[in-house]
């Protein structure tokens, strides 16, 4: 599997709904979105790709409440940082945010995750 195989399958241990980018408006909470952010690009000295990926991912837990959401990114981050498949980096803690209707409350984290090209 791939990388964000291997990452999708542990959100969906925390969450059911999981999106890449955003989520369709009409989304029931608890979702989690995500996006690449970045990160180091693992290439040889000759200039030949490596086995792993290393990006930056951003994760991002939506709730009705900016607790539930908070708890539910906290299980994300424990989950990751525990999948056999990964290699997870947290970078810094979790920041609030709402979402562009303000009918969920968010938290956003961004991780570097090591896995399989």
Request: glycine fraction near 6%.
């Given at each position: 599997?791939s990388l964000?195989?291997d990452m999708?399958?542990v959100?969906?241990i925390?969450?059911p709904r999981?999106?890449?980018?955003a989520a369709?408006?009409?989304?029931?909470?608890?979702?989690v979105?995500?996006?690449?952010v970045?990160?180091?690009?693992?290439r040889?000295?000759?200039?030949?790709a490596?086995?792993?990926?290393?990006?930056?991912?951003q994760i991002?837990a939506?709730?009705?409440?900016p607790?539930?959401a908070f708890e539910?990114?906290q299980?994300?981050e424990?989950?990751?940082?525990a999948a056999?498949?990964l290699v997870?980096t947290?970078h810094?803690e979790?920041i609030?945010?709402y979402?562009?209707?303000?009918?969920?409350?968010?938290?956003?984290?961004?991780?570097?995750?090591c896995g399989?090209?």
């Amino acid at each position: 599997m791939s990388l964000e195989a291997d990452m999708v399958a542990v959100l969906h241990i925390c969450c059911p709904r999981v999106t890449v980018g955003a989520a369709p408006v009409d989304t029931e909470v608890p979702y989690v979105t995500w996006q690449h952010v970045g990160g180091q690009s693992l290439r040889y000295l000759d200039n030949a790709a490596a086995s792993t990926r290393s990006p930056e991912i951003q994760i991002n837990a939506w709730a009705a409440t900016p607790m539930q959401a908070f708890e539910l990114i906290q299980q994300i981050e424990e989950a990751l940082c525990a999948a056999p498949a990964l290699v997870t980096t947290v970078h810094g803690e979790p920041i609030l945010a709402y979402d562009d209707a303000d009918v969920a409350s968010g938290y956003l984290q961004t991780f570097t995750v090591c896995g399989a090209r």
